[in-house]
C-alpha cells in the first residue's frame, strides 16, 4: 500500500544534467592561466575561480506531479504520490536560487613527486527559503552553506627498470574510464556523483563527481601498450537532491527524508498517520572495490586507442528494502475507533429517526459487530438495518486506521549491495580524413541490484497484518511473519553499449569554429516479465494489478499500466552543438550551444535510469568570455515527454551566471 517515489528515481535525470556541462568541457576557450611559482626544482601552480549565479524558476508545479492530499495555491494534485513533491510545492515561479562559489585548485611538484588539492565552499541565500517544508538540517549543510576538500592525493613518477615509466597516484581523486560522453552507468563506475550539484547557477564537472580515496598505478608496459590497475580503500555513494530543495523528485530516500506516506496520494505527509518510518541505511564496506585497465594505441589503424576494463565494486547507488510489522492490527485500537465514529455519526442518527435514546448504545453494537463480522442486513433487526451500510463505512475506516497505525511498526531502509563485476572494452579513432571523431564502449555486468516495484514491495510487508495484499504481491505473502526483513532488489546481468561522434567544423554562420557531438545508446537487462515480477521506473506510484488496487480500500485508484514498468532494452540518443565566435569585440568571445536529449523507448530499471521513455530535454545556452577570464553564462533548459514519468517536467528554468577565473 506504498506510494514512495523510490530512492533511485533521482538518478534518472543524471544524464540530463552532465550533458551541458561535458559538451563545455569538449569545446570550451581555455581558461585564465593559474598563479605559478617555482623555486629551484619546486614548483606549483594555484587555480581560482569564484562565480554568482540565480536559477529562476518558470512554471508553477503540475497537479499531476503531487499527491491529491496536496495543493498549490488552492490546486489540489492529481497523481498517486505525495512522497517526491516537497521540492515542487516548496517553490513558486520566480527566483529559487542565488548562489556565491568559489573553488581553488593547488598543484605541487618537486622533481618527480608532486601533490594535488582541490576544493570548493558556496553559500544559497535563497533556496531555504521555502513555501511549505522547511529543508532539514542535513539538506542545508548540502545546498545552503558549506564547503568541502575534493581531491587530495600525491603523485610520483619513476621508471621500473630504465624502460617501463610508472604513475602512481594515492589519495582521493577522480577517475574516469570507458569512452562513453553524457549517457553513464557503462565503464565509467569509480567516482559517485552529487547532483546537488550539477544544476545549481555555475555548476561544474568538477564539483559533481565525488572524489574517492584510492591507490592508481599507470604503467607503460610498451610505449603502445599501458595498464592502469587501482584499489579502491573508501566506499561513497552517490548523492541526491536533498529532500524539499528545487530538483529533489524523493521526500524518501534523500537526506532530509524519513518517511514514507502509504495511501497513494491519499493522505496528507504533515501528519503521522500511514507514515512509514526510515530505518538506519546500509552502507557498503570500503574495501573489496578494485579493477583495472588495459589501454592499447595503434597507428595503423588510424592512430587509434582500445581499452580493456575490469572492475569488482559496490553500488553507488542505493536500493530501497523493508521490514515487516513488528506486531499485528491493535483490535483494541480498531474498536474503540469504531466505538467513537458511531458515537460521533450513528448515534444522532438513530435518536433522530426515533430511536430510543437508552436503547442507543446496544444498537451501535449490534451494528458494529455485524459490520465487523461481515454479515448480511437481514441478520440485524429491521430498524437497524437502514443504518447498516453506514456502520459498514466506519468499520471500514477504523479497520483502515488500524491498518495505517500498525504500518508505523514497519521500516523501510535504504542498502548498497556489494560485489557487482564488470568487464567492458572501448575504443576511441576517426573515420578516415573526415576529421569525425568515433568512440564507443560496451561493458557487461554481473550481480546488478536492480530495484524491485516498492508498490510490491510494501503489499509484501503489510501482508505480514493484512494477508490480502499477499494475495496479490508479486513479492509473497508474508501473514503474521512479523519484524521479517525482505529484500527490495534482485540482482541481473546488465549490458550498456554507446557509441559517439564528434565534428569540428570550421567557419560557418560566421562562427571561427563550429563543433557537433552525438551520442546514442541502449540499456539490456535480463529482467522477468512484468507479470512475473515487476521492477521500479519512475512515475509508478500505483500495483500493476487492477486486483491488487481495489483490495487496498483507497477507492477507485487505477493500477498502472504494464509499459510503465522498467523493460528489458531501452535506448535513446543525444545531440549537441557549440558554436565559438572569437574576438567579437575587445577580446570578448560568445559561444551559444544547444543540447537535445531524447529517450526513445523503454524504460531502463532503477537504478539504472538511463531512459525513460519518451522523455525529453532541450538545454539552450549562450557564454560570454573575456580576456579568458571573465564569463557570463544565460541557460534555459525545458524538460518534456513522458508525462507523470518525468519527474521534473513542470520545472523548467533560466540560469545566469557570472564566473571570474585567476
Not at 326 to 349: F, K
Amino acid at each position: 500500500m506504498n506510494d514512495s517515489r523510490s530512492p533511485c528515481a533521482s538518478f534518472a535525470r543524471v544524464r540530463f544534467a552532465i550533458a551541458p556541462l561535458v559538451l563545455a568541457l569538449i569545446v570550451s576557450p581555455p581558461v585564465a592561466h593559474a598563479a605559478k611559482f617555482a623555486r629551484g626544482e619546486f614548483a606549483g601552480s594555484f587555480d581560482s575561480s569564484f562565480s554568482v549565479g540565480a536559477l529562476y524558476r518558470l512554471q508553477p508545479p503540475d497537479p499531476a506531479l503531487y499527491g491529491p492530499a496536496d495543493s498549490f495555491r488552492g490546486v489540489a494534485g492529481t497523481g498517486y504520490s505525495v512522497n517526491g513533491d516537497d521540492g515542487d510545492l516548496n517553490y513558486a515561479p520566480g527566483i529559487v536560487s542565488e548562489l556565491f562559489k568559489g573553488d581553488h585548485e593547488l598543484e605541487l611538484k618537486w622533481r618527480n613527486v608532486g601533490a594535488f588539492a582541490r576544493g570548493y565552499y558556496f553559500i544559497d541565500a535563497r533556496t531555504a527559503h521555502t513555501r511549505r517544508t522547511p529543508l532539514s538540517e542535513q539538506a542545508r549543510q548540502r545546498v545552503v552553506r558549506g564547503a568541502d576538500l575534493l581531491d587530495l592525493y600525491a603523485v610520483a613518477k619513476f621508471d621500473l627498470g630504465d624502460t617501463v615509466p610508472v604513475d602512481l597516484r594515492f589519495g582521493r581523486q577522480v577517475l574516469s574510464l570507458g569512452e562513453s560522453t553524457f549517457i553513464p552507468n557503462g565503464i565509467n563506475i569509480v567516482n559517485p556523483v552529487d547532483l546537488s550539484k550539477l544544476r545549481v547557477p555555475g555548476a561544474g564537472l568538477k564539483e559533481a563527481f565525488l572524489p574517492v580515496n584510492l591507490l592508481k598505478a599507470s604503467v607503460a608496459l610498451t610505449p603502445r601498450l599501458t595498464i592502469e590497475p587501482y584499489w579502491l580503500l573508501e566506499f561513497r555513494r552517490n548523492e541526491l537532491e536533498p529532500a524539499g530543495t528545487y530538483f529533489s523528485t524523493t521526500d524518501v530516500a534523500s537526506r532530509g527524508g524519513d518517511k514514507a506516506y502509504v495511501g497513494f496520494g491519499t493522505l496528507p505527509d504533515s501528519g503521522t498517520l500511514g507514515a512509514l518510518p526510515r530505518g538506519h541505511d546500509r552502507d557498503a564496506g570500503n574495501y573489496n572495490q578494485f579493477g583495472a585497465s588495459l589501454r592499447y594505441f595503434s597507428s595503423i589503424l588510424n592512430d587509434s586507442e582500445f581499452g580493456l576494463y575490469f572492475a569488482r565494486y559496490h553500488s553507488r547507488s542505493p536500493v530501497l528494502s523493508a521490514r515487516t510489522p513488528t506486531g499485528p492490527i491493535d483490535t483494541a485500537l480498531v474498536h474503540s475507533t469504531a466505538a467513537s465514529l458511531a458515537n460521533a455519526q450513528l448515534a444522532p442518527a438513530l435518536i433522530a429517526h426515533g430511536y430510543p435514546a437508552a436503547d442507543v448504545p446496544a444498537a451501535l453494537a449490534s451494528l458494529l459487530g455485524a459490520a465487523f463480522a461481515n454479515a448480511p442486513a437481514s441478520a440485524l433487526p429491521a430498524a437497524l438495518q437502514p443504518f447498516y451500510p453506514s456502520a459498514q463505512t466506519i468499520a471500514t475506516s477504523a479497520g483502515k486506521i488500524g491498518l495505517l497505525t500498525a504500518t508505523g511498526t514497519a521500516r523501510y531502509f535504504l542498502e548498497y549491495p556489494e560485489g557487482i563485476v564488470m568487464l567492458g572494452a572501448s575504443f576511441n579513432s576517426a573515420i578516415g580524413d573526415t576529421g569525425i571523431s568515433w568512440q564507443g564502449e560496451v561493458s557487461y555486468k554481473h550481480g546488478v541490484p536492480l530495484q524491485i516495484d516498492d508498490v510490491e514491495l510494501f503489499f509484501a510487508a503489510l501482508s505480514a497484518v493484512n494477508p490480502v495484499f499477499g494475495a496479490h504481491s508479486q513479492v509473497g505473502n508474508y501473514s503474521a511473519q512479523y519484524n521479517k526483513e525482505l529484500s527490495g532488489y534482485r540482482r541481473h546481468d546488465v549490458w550498456t553499449a554507446q557509441t559517439t561522434l564528434t565534428q569540428a567544423f570550421g567557419p560557418i554562420f560566421g562562427s571561427q569554429q563550429a563543433t557537433l557531438v552525438g551520442e546514442i545508446g541502449g540499456l539490456w537487462a535480463d529482467l522477468p516479465d512484468p507479470s512475473v515480477l515487476r521492477y521500479e521506473a519512475p512515475g509508478t506510484y500505483t500495483s500493476g494489478s487492477a486486483a491488487a488496487m481495489t483490495a487496498t480500500g483507497f477507492g477507485a485508484i487505477p493500477a498502472t499500466p504494464a509499459d510503465r514498468f522498467a523493460n528489458a532494452f531501452s535506448w535513446g540518443y543525444q545531440l549537441a552543438a557549440r558554436l565559438d565566435y572569437n574576438n567579437v569585440f575587445a577580446g570578448l568571445n560568445i559561444s551559444p550551444t544547444i543540447a537535445f536529449v531524447h529517450d526513445v523507448s523503454g524504460n531502463s530499471p532503477l537504478p539504472l535510469a538511463n531512459f525513460v521513455a519518451h522523455r525529453r530535454s532541450l538545454n539552450l545556452a549562450v557564454e560570454l568570455l573575456r580576456q579568458n577570464a571573465w564569463a557570463f553564462e544565460v541557460r534555459y533548459v525545458n524538460f518534456f515527454g513522458a508525462g507523470a514519468s518525468n519527474l521534473l517536467g513542470d520545472r523548467d528554468y533560466v540560469a545566469t551566471t557570472v564566473k571570474y577565473s585567476f
